[in-house]
């Protein structure tokens, strides 16, 4: 089945403490990107990849890291989570530039910063 | 920078009636895609439809529809005959042309609630 995965699904963390949000998919897509989502915001991108090696910062970069060293693995990182980082994130992988595109999220991580 | 605007941050509808949902966006670019997310109380990020900005017809999937209007920049969402499954939360997106990294911008949603 066609699916991108992010592990943990719940996640609570105290002010910090590094830690690590996985995101695999296995539909072989080129672009692969990180959101965000706080109520009354929508989504917002944190980061993007658009290949192996090729990461560039979204609109909301400050406080994360990512790394893409194979194609379906991008791994959301925070070095020192903060409780402003509290939020549901998702990840996100779509094909290349090519028509007809859509973008095809996980099932969201919920992250509590205390 | 482009932006995203859903206007409405709660709507409702008598089931089996429609309801159309706004959306408005601002960009310079020309060539572009709009879509509409569904994300129903599970979280999961639902397409529910997509249009291309050079196509000048209006997409259809089922009971969903649009109504583009690319010199005015709109992009609102038709839902008829509106069943209790389609209460959840609508984001309305903006993606940049390829090889710009497929960045999409959101709107700030619109909860819709269907009312038995």
């Known amino acids: 089945e066609a699916q991108v995965t992010q592990n943990p699904r719940y996640l609570i963390t105290v002010t910090g403490k590094k830690l690590t949000v996985t995101c695999s998919q296995n539909?072989?897509?080129?672009?692969m990107s990180w959101y965000r989502q706080d109520p009354g915001l929508g989504l917002r991108q944190i980061y993007y990849s658009m290949n192996v090696e090729v990461t560039d910062k979204g609109d909301v970069p400050e406080g994360y890291k990512v790394s893409r060293k194979e194609k379906r693995n991008f791994p959301l990182i925070l070095e020192s989570p903060s409780p402003n980082q509290t939020s549901l994130y998702f990840c996100?992988?779509?094909?290349?530039?090519?028509?007809?595109?859509?973008?095809?999220f996980g099932q969201g991580t919920r992250l509590t910063v205390v | 920078a482009q932006t995203v605007t859903q206007s409405q941050p709660e709507m409702s509808v008598q089931e089996a009636e429609t309801v159309t949902l706004s959306c408005t966006y601002d960009?310079?670019?020309?060539?572009?895609?709009l879509f509409w997310y569904k994300q129903p109380p599970s979280r999961q990020m639902i397409l529910v439809i997509r249009q291309e900005a050079y196509k000048q017809q209006n997409a259809t999937e089922n009971r969903f529809s649009v109504n583009f209007q690319k010199a005015a920049k709109s992009f609102s969402l038709k839902i008829s005959d509106s069943q209790l499954g389609d209460t959840a939360m609508y984001f309305c997106a903006f993606m940049k042309p390829p090889n710009t990294g497929n960045q999409f911008y959101f709107g700030t949603g619109t909860s819709l609630t269907v009312i038995p």
């Open positions: 960009t310079s670019e020309n060539n572009y895609y």
């Open positions: 539909m072989n897509h080129e672009y």
């Open positions: 996100a992988s779509s094909f290349g530039p090519r028509l007809n595109t859509e973008a095809f």
